[in-house]
Nanobody, 114 residues
Framework: QVQLVESGGGLVQPGGSLRLSCAAS????????MGWYRQAPGKQREFVAT???????NYLNSVKDRFTISRDNAKNMVYLQMISLKPEDTAVYYC????????WGQGTQVIVSS
């Protein structure tokens, strides 16, 4: 089993920045893909960004010029640097990890509002 714990969410004004962090712990052999998904009120959970253990990343089109995903394999951490935040980025952000199955964190709330 892999446990994921997110941190770094909060309230930020439009145009502001936040950095989300996710720590993986438990029985870790080799986590292939880590990433972030989000779920806005009344909407389905959507993909935001993922990164492989080798550093290859993918992004949701609407965030690719504003968000940067990174990863520290030695620490089993994944990060999401978010800049130029917009109200439509408001959501609960979930950390994701793939290792012989899919694992999810409990989520961290991001609210972009003036």
């Amino acid at each position: 089993q892999v446990q994921l714990v997110e941190s770094g969410g909060g309230l930020v004004q439009p145009g502001g920045s936040l950095r989300l962090s996710c720590a993986a712990s438990g029985t870790i052999f080799r986590i292939n893909t880590m990433g972030w998904y989000r779920q806005a009120p009344g909407k389905q959970r959507e993909f935001v960004a993922t990164i492989t253990s080798g550093g290859s990343s993918n992004y949701l089109n609407s965030v690719k010029d504003r968000f940067t995903i990174s990863r520290d394999n030695a620490k089993n951490m994944v990060y999401l640097q978010m800049i130029s935040l917009k109200p439509e980025d408001t959501a609960v952000y979930y950390c994701y990890a793939a290792q012989r199955g899919d694992y999810w964190g409990q989520g961290t709330q991001v609210i972009v509002s003036s």
